[in-house]
């Protein structure tokens, strides 16, 4: 089983400013098929980021990833008051699908 | 607009049983692997099963393999999961969600609760 690990586990920041999430994979993620979720209170989890740099539809352009093999990144360029959330990353290449612990981007 | 929505969540004592449904509209319910996902504060996101389109193969997560059955209903835009021998650790918020085999989770249901509690 591959084991995503997400830091920091809180992000403390302003809006207008830059977030950097991380996530490492214990193993090679398969065909990078690496994706990221927003999760806000209340709600289901919402795809962002798939094949760990593709926007998902309707996604806007100041959310972008990169990474391979093991260690990827999701970074929101200047965040909007509506990014405050908890965001998952998400190995779909190997069974069983995994996801990460997440990361708390809060308002500072 | 593609919706998901769950229902069929509840109390159970453990040991008991509880069937899942999931019905899906805005798009080609039978042309898409399906899986179910749950939430619990404590492990966090925790995928559960999937099936593909036409029922030929599907899978589960070692917590649940032999006592949880996945299914579906083209015909009624339908996705099930049979739960038996619920246990404790069973309880939480069960997503069904479109996609997996090469495929990200691209849309979710609200989710339903379970709660297995003595």
């Known amino acids: 089983e591959i084991v995503l690990t997400q830091s920091p586990g809180t992000l403390s920041l302003s809006p207008g400013e830059r977030a950097t999430l991380a996530c490492r994979a214990s193993?090679?993620?398969?065909?990078?098929?690496l994706a990221w979720y927003q999760q806000k209170p209340g709600q289901a989890p919402r795809l962002l980021m798939y094949?760990?740099?593709s926007r998902a539809t309707g996604i806007p352009d100041r959310f972008s990833g990169s990474g391979s093999g093991t260690d990827f990144t999701l970074t929101i360029s200047r965040l909007e008051p509506e990014d405050f959330a908890v965001y998952y990353c998400q190995q779909y290449g190997s069974a069983p699908r995994t996801f990460g612990q997440g990361t708390k981007v809060e308002i500072k | 607009e593609v919706h998901l929505v769950e229902s069929g969540g509840g109390l159970r004592q453990p040991g008991g049983s509880l069937r899942l449904s999931c019905v899906g509209s805005?798009?080609?319910?039978?042309?898409?692997?399906m899986s179910w996902v749950r939430q619990t504060p404590e492990k966090g996101l925790e995928w559960v099963s999937a099936?593909?389109?036409?029922?030929?193969?599907?899978d589960y997560a070692d917590s649940v393999r032999g006592r949880f059955t996945i299914s579906r209903d083209n015909a009624k835009n339908s996705l099930y999961l049979q739960m038996n021998s619920l246990r404790v650790e069973d309880s939480a918020l069960y997503y069904c969600?479109?996609?997996?085999?090469?495929?990200?989770?691209?849309?979710w249901g609200p989710g339903t609760l379970v709660t297995v509690s003595p």
């Open positions: 099936l593909t389109w036409n029922s030929v193969d599907v």
């Open positions: 805005g798009f080609i319910f039978g042309d898409y692997t």
């Open positions: 969600a479109r996609g997996t085999w090469g495929s990200p989770f691209d849309y």
């Open positions: 193993q090679s993620v398969s065909s990078n098929y």
């Open positions: 094949g760990a740099s």
